[in-house]
């Protein structure tokens, strides 16, 4: 059997995984279950520690979902997604619907998810974006820390987003599928 393989920015040739594989390694302990990454199409991206800000905006969020959140709809914090055969995410944030269980969760059924970024703004607004597109996010708000913004991601189409709206500090967030839900990033 041929491994497949990614090509790295300087060139030269990765060997890529696929989430199959991923699992039975950390079943067998090779991967423990404390390391902290994603799996992005194919490649083991290690995930950075969380800041006191990271956590005080996802903090503020979690609570500010969890009381509006109607009773058919599930909040997962930091759940691994599965997107497709070669690639997992955690989001610091993920609605999805109630009764699905977590492995079964398709990106087509995920109403909303949150990517709060201190140092990874690019790589989120970007890459991963694009991932979450591609797997039919419903909606994406990639949430700039550091200057208390957010980046409205909709309308997934052909693997890229149709729109995408910036929000302020002192803006109103609000998500169609959780009627209720809003909070302004300036006031954390």
């Known amino acids: 059997m041929t491994a497949s393989v990614t090509r790295a920015a300087e060139g030269f040739d990765r060997r890529a995984f696929t989430v199959d594989e991923i699992l039975r390694m950390q079943e067998a302990g090779i991967i423990s279950d404390d390391e902290n990454f994603e799996l992005i199409e194919g490649e083991i991206v290690p995930m950075q520690a969380k800041t006191h800000v990271h956590e ?9 979902l969890a009381r509006a959140l109607p009773d058919h709809l599930w909040l997962g914090v930091a759940s691994t997604m599965y ?4 690639t997992f995410v955690e989001p610091d944030l993920v609605v999805y619907p109630r009764g699905i269980k977590l492995e079964e969760v398709k ?7 949150i990517e709060v970024a201190l140092t990874s703004l690019a790589y989120d607004r970007g890459l991963k974006a694009q991932l979450y597109a591609r797997s039919g996010v419903r909606e994406l708000w990639v949430i700039d820390a550091n200057r208390r913004r957010a980046y409205a991601h909709t309308a997934p189409k052909a693997g ?6 910036e929000f302020g500090p002192e803006d109103a967030l609000v998500c169609p599928a959780i009627p209720g839900f809003s909070v ?4 954390i």
Do not use: P, Q, V, Y
Request: proline share 0%.
């Open 160 to 165: 890229a987003w149709e729109r995408i709206a």
């Open 56 to 64: 005080l905006i996802k903090s503020t969020l979690i609570m500010a």
């Open 83 to 86: 997107l497709s055969g070669n």
């Open 107 to 113: 990106g087509t059924d995920i109403a909303l998810a």
């Open 184 to 187: 302004k990033l300036g006031a």
